[in-house]
């Protein structure tokens, strides 16, 4: 049976990089693979045709697919938005709308761009850590949540940080089935020491472990003392199982550290079954969108991850990621990776190899 | 009139390294300087005493004295505790007791151990960035916080991130006057791209500027690109502006860049003429504690800032920090640094400069 790919391309670089995964995807397809490929607008481009940055009708198409592609979101044009009609807005509602509650960032140093970190190339050498980061839930979803005038003409601005047992297990379950295929380690993340709902995160997480997952080696570690960990010593971690707030802030540092942040992808995954969304972990980057030299190997490797993880196809997302190893391997380098080649030239490095 | 320092060891290796700090105190006073010290039991040990990390009388006389110099707080033994009654339910009350709301972090590296960081020299010498973190509001202290279990028997973990005007200003405001004395640039990091604090807190920080700051360069930055960027590219900062939670993390993140934690020392401050409160920013360190091989040098900076920002002693500061300088230079070095001297050596490495 067909399945389907909705492309959400988006802003900035978005249409850019996805375009070059369509040329990608294409070339799989010519090869035999069963795919329907379809397009919609998503986040700024939304909010400028339709008036929303997630229309009813691009949700559907969503839930009905079985993956979806998204580019990026965003860009200083719509930062005076009021804050629900903003292109992020339009992202939280998709994460949330396909109940996604998985976040898989892989912070992988690639061999061949060792020496584009900042740390020095012993500490980032063979750097491959996996973050699973809840996503549908936390401070970024929590009621109540606004910002109200008081009596005495002060503001004051509230969100709620919040967790029940059920989120919890079900994103540990992801981290702990998915380390079964790794080395067997989590660290998990939280502020138990000032927050409540870290607490209950670390009791939930360490429970889960002792009734279901013996074989898994689970350490726990403060959110303040991980980001330390990630810059001292990046190579301890295997998996890390964070909350949506602190995997946002603690992905993104631990995929600078790999020097690679335009090589990254990343997926967020639900229930069995259900769709996925893919995205690469850069943004929109509106300073260089438009001129065609973005790197679209995150892009291309998010088309890998939705292969493995919704299509069913783990074969062709091995294929496909050997690719970008090879181009790079062979010296293809965008501007971002000290090279020169444009966002067309890089697609087309990587399609030669993919034979 | 005699000014008074409370010291509070606390746990771990806050008392080695307290010991050092008195000496130096000691030596001032020998000097002339016009002080007296006192010491109160604080966090775990207060606990095992008292049956509470901050008894009233302790807070009593932190509020009295004309500054506060804490060790370090927490330890394996304590952490089974009821959330209120570990060492860091004490070392919170005391920071809100005391109300010093602004919590000044610088994050240097010391030329002398440049190489010790994990980064490229180049990306780390010279680097000096001072954070001024919100110390006694948001997810910290907002209610409604705790642990319910749900009609379902699911349990449920709410805490609460939660600022006013007046909490943004005040912290804003220390954090411009700062600026006015280093290079007048603050960037600011909040997530006000998904959470109505962070926007208020932004749009706050904005007004203060434009009324009354215009010649400061603020530049807002989102919390996860700034973990970012402080990895890609530290010396891009000279004052960072954040609440509570992210300076927690961002600031420990800078920290271990610069690969001198067991150098670096913090500050909370309040209102002009109220304590102080001054501590390492380096933990009780279970691990090698009693050994006496704590690098003692955060401790003494410390008291430096003490000396600077409550005592009215600047010049004393200076010389303090000279004299830590200088014993680095000489190839003076705890284990942490790569050296072999104890604590106590290593502090009378640094009373052999304070002449
Ligand atoms: C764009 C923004 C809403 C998003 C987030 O904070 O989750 C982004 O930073 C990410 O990590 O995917
Ligand atoms: C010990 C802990 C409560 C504290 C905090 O989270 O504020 C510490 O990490 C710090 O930064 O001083």
């Known amino acids: 049976m067909t399945q389907t790919l909705l492309l959400l391309p988006g802003d900035g670089i978005g249409p850019e990089v996805t375009a070059v995964a369509r040329r990608v995807a294409g070339r ?5 693979l069963d795919l329907s490929i379809t397009e919609a607008r998503f986040g700024g481009v939304a909010i400028d045709a339709d008036g929303v940055p997630l229309t009813d009708e691009t949700l559907a198409a969503a839930k009905a697919a079985d993956a979806v592609r998204m580019g990026a979101v965003g860009g200083p044009q719509w930062a005076g938005q009021p804050y629900d009609k903003r292109p992020e807005a339009g992202l939280l509602a998709l994460r949330s709308g396909m109940n996604v509650y998985a976040n898989l960032r892989p912070a992988i140093c690639f061999a061949a761009l060792a020496d584009a970190s900042t740390l020095k190339r012993i500490h980032v050498e063979g750097l491959d850590i996996l973050f699973v980061r809840e996503l549908t839930g936390g ?40 380390a079964r295929g790794r080395k067997g380690e989590v660290v998990s993340a939280e502020k138990s020491n000032v927050m409540e709902a870290g607490l209950l995160w670390r009791q939930v997480v360490e429970a889960l472990r002792d ?27 295997d998996v890390i199982l964070t909350d949506n707030l602190f995997g946002d802030m603690l992905s ?13 992808p ?20 509106p300073d260089i969108a438009g001129r065609g030299v973005a790197n679209p190997c995150a892009s291309i490797l998010s088309l890998a991850m939705a292969l493995r993880h919704s299509l069913g196809e783990p074969e062709l997302a091995a294929r496909v990621e050997a690719a970008v190893e090879a181009a790079l391997n062979a010296g293809a380098r965008t501007a971002d990776l000290g090279g020169n080649l444009t966002t067309a030239q890089m697609g087309d490095a990587i399609l030669a190899q993919l034979t």
């Not at 799989?28 to 035999?32: E, H, M, Y």
């Not at 993104?252 to 990254?264: I, K, P, Q, V, Y």
């Open 266 to 285: 990343s997926a967020a995954i639900g229930a069995a079954g259900m769709p996925g969304l893919y995205e690469p972990i850069h943004g929109s980057a």
């Open 28 to 32: 799989l397809i010519s090869q035999g």
């Open 211 to 237: 009734a279901e997952y013996p074989d898994i080696t689970l350490t726990h570690m403060l959110a303040d003392n991980m980001a330390m960990q990630l810059v001292k010593n990046p190579k301890q971690f």
């Open 139 to 178: 401070v970024y979803f929590g009621e109540p949540r606004g910002i109200e005038t008081l009596a005495n003409g002060e503001k004051r601005g509230v969100n709620t940080h919040v967790y029940t047992t059920s989120e919890i297990e079900r994103v540990a379950r992801t981290a702990f089935e998915l």
């Open 252 to 264: 993104d540092e631990a995929a600078m550290l790999t020097g690679s942040l335009g090589m990254l």
